[in-house]
């Protein structure tokens, strides 16, 4: 008999998987049942709108669960349908992160704005329910779940279920989010749903179960004279059983700084191993939480903190540089408990960084390039908590917890003669060199075009030796350097794009990939103004054209960015 269990890295608590694999015998003569009826099954719609993978996992945990109430669930990336489809579905499930600002993520843009446009239909025949992933340290939380929510019921759709905001810890509430829509689709409650055991991609090891790799290799990059450290890192996976590709991320979960901690542990008048092991390792002790913000505010009384808390510009500008210690000295005398100040805290979260090496031509190892966040501030200097974890680590025994996560789309092409154009200034280099890593273990033949920058050549052309090799090699067809600081004016990448515009646009009409790692805030978007202008420019289009141009690129996943 085919045994039907739980992925040991399924977002399920062990109760749940418990109860939920202790329905399989009963009930495995009813699914057989269910998957031979599967020509009438109800046919779901599940569509995810994600940058990096998260909700395109979620998507996948439904469609499981969905098959397993004999469902026929049909999976798409919002990038792969048009407003049109959405007029013909019945039953649409969303999940969905939001990026930048409160923005839909890359893959879901295109499908929004066709959605907000004057000319889309109702959608009076159509119930959905709506998962958003987010982050509570962003200003505008799980904004683009918002308003799919909004936009959905605004065109007469019917709400299956309310809308449930995930914060970092998304995956219980994930998961009772889907263990309440999906059933009740079927007419039948959770205790039905035998999640089978499909093959997919995940790891066993994951947030909750990082692997404890080892660190080969911790060298500066940059100059020591440089204004900036960035640093490239060889971390060990062997007998992991753990492989990557070219394009995926690698999260690490760091511990604080010890000396942060004991200086927190002494403003609060707190001793003992217990509370030092916690802020240690369990919570976020550099950036503060909206709840501690306000409960500061609220003891101490202090005005610029209360104002800045009614006004988001404020606010990040009282912020800015502004850690939990800088709060506490600023704001002497609060008193608070062991329990309510933890109360107060974020989890620790694991940081992402974009690979940058090729897990075809290093099996082994995972490459990453970081830029170490240090800076001085209110007296005293400040570190990034991850960044200056691994900054600081020494020697091959240090253990680095981490897990991969996967970037299907920032991917190198399948077809190994097309060109390819990277966009990656500072740290944005690094799935790039991973990229032309790959290029070179193909053998490819497809040309390749690097734009890169960063503030001073002297200090900060970091991977010179590297690039320089390449190009001489061959494998590097283009190298196209921006460095910032080197004169009076700025020069950055986008400069660079526009100086070679026609060519850039010869290169997309040869189909071309275009991509885009980094800075997501200015870069990144600087980098798409400059993409629009090339096209309209070149290709003799208007601004609409131009437009429609890049749509279409990003429709295609010829467009794709990992931004952060
Ligand atoms: C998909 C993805 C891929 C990424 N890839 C990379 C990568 O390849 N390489 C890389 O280096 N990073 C990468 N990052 C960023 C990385 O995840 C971390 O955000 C970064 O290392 C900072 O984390 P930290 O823990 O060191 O700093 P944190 O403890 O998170 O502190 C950062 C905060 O410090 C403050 N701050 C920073 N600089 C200053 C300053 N000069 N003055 C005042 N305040 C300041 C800001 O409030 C900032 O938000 C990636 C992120 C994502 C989402
Ligand atoms: N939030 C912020 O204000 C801020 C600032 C810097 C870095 N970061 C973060 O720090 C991390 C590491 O940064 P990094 O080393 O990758 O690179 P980076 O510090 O972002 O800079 C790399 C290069 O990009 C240039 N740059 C600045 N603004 C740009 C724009 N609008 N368009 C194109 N290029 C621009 C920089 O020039 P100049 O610096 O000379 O302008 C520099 O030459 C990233 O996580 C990044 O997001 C955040
Ligand atoms: C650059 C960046 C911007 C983000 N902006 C927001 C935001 O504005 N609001 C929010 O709630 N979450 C924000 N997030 C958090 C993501 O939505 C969250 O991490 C989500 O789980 C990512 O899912 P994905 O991997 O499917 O894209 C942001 C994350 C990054 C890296």
């Not at 039948?188 to 790891?203: G, H, L």
């Not at 040309?447 to 991977?463: P, Q, S, V």
Request: charged share 25%; with cysteine.
């Amino acid at each position: 008999m085919k045994t039907h269990k739980l992925p040991n890295d399924a977002p399920y608590s062990d109760n749940q998987r418990a109860w939920l694999g202790g329905f399989f015998a009963g009930l495995h003569s009813q699914l057989v049942q269910n998957s031979s009826n599967a020509q009438t099954a109800r046919t779901i719609h599940i569509l995810y709108g994600s940058q990096t993978g998260t909700a395109e996992s979620v998507a996948r945990d439904c469609v499981k669960v969905a098959k397993a109430h004999g469902l026929n669930p049909v999976i798409k990336s919002m990038d792969e349908v048009d407003a049109d489809a959405l007029t013909k579905m019945e039953t649409l499930l969303i999940v969905t992160s939001t990026y930048g600002e409160g923005e839909m993520p890359d893959n879901a843009q295109v499908l929004w704005s066709a959605v907000q446009a004057d000319s889309m239909v109702k959608l009076e025949n159509l119930q959905f329910a709506i998962l958003s992933l987010g982050d509570t340290s962003y200003d505008l939380f799980c904004q683009a779940g918002i308003d799919w929510d909004n936009s959905l019921a605004e065109l007469g759709a019917t709400r299956l279920h309310t809308r449930v905001d995930c914060d970092v810890e998304y995956e219980e509430h994930a998961e009772e989010w889907m263990h309440a829509v999906i059933p009740a689709l079927v007419g039948s409650d959770a205790t039905t749903a035998i999640v089978s055991e499909d093959s997919d991609d995940k790891s066993q090891y994951n947030r909750k179960n990082p692997f404890p790799a080892k660190l080969l290799v911790n060298r500066l990059l940059t100059a020591d004279n440089s204004s900036k450290e960035t640093r490239h890192y060889e971390i060990s996976i062997a007998g992991s059983g753990l492989s990557y590709e070219a394009g995926d991320v690698l999260c690490v979960v760091p511990t604080n700084c010890p000396d942060l901690v004991a200086n927190i542990l002494k403003e609060l008048n707190f001793f003992g191993t217990d509370p030092e092991d916690k802020l240690l390792n369990q919570f976020e002790i550099k950036t503060p939480s909206k709840e501690l913000l306000q409960e500061i505010a609220l003891r101490s009384g202090n005005q610029e903190l209360n104002n800045a808390l009614n006004d988001k510009d404020a606010l990040s500008k009282y912020l800015w540089g502004r850690d939990i210690l800088d709060l506490l000295r600023q704001n002497p005398n609060l008193e608070f408990t062991l329990s309510e100040f933890f109360g107060l805290l974020k989890p620790l979260q694991h940081r992402a960084y974009s690979i940058s090496s090729s897990g075809k031509a290093n099996s082994e190892a995972v490459h990453l390039t970081v830029a170490s966040v240090r800076y001085n501030a209110f007296e005293r200097s400040h570190k990034g908590v991850c960044s200056t974890f691994l900054a600081d680590l020494t020697g091959e025994t240090t253990e680095i917890r981490c897990f991969f996560t996967p970037n299907k789309v920032f991917r190198v092409p399948d077809n190994n003669d097309l060109p390819i154009i990277m966009v990656g200034p500072g740290t944005g280099i690094a799935p790039f060199r991973a990229f032309l890593q790959e290029r070179q273990f193909r053998g490819a033949k497809g040309k390749n075009w690097l734009f890169f920058g960063d503030r001073n050549a002297e200090t900060d052309f970091i991977y010179r030796d590297e690039l320089e090799q390449m190009g001489k090699s061959g494998l590097l067809t283009r190298l196209d350097l921006a460095f910032s600081r080197d004169q009076e004016e700025k020069i950055y990448v986008q400069d660079k794009m526009r100086e070679h515009g026609a060519e850039l646009f010869a290169w997309l009409g040869q189909g071309g990939y275009f991509f885009v790692c980094g800075d997501a805030y200015r870069m990144a978007k600087d980098v798409d103004k400059a993409l629009h202008d090339v096209i309209a420019t070149h290709g003799n289009k208007t601004e609409q054209q131009a437009i429609d141009y890049v749509n279409q690129l990003k429709k295609d996943k010829r467009y794709v960015r990992d931004v952060y």
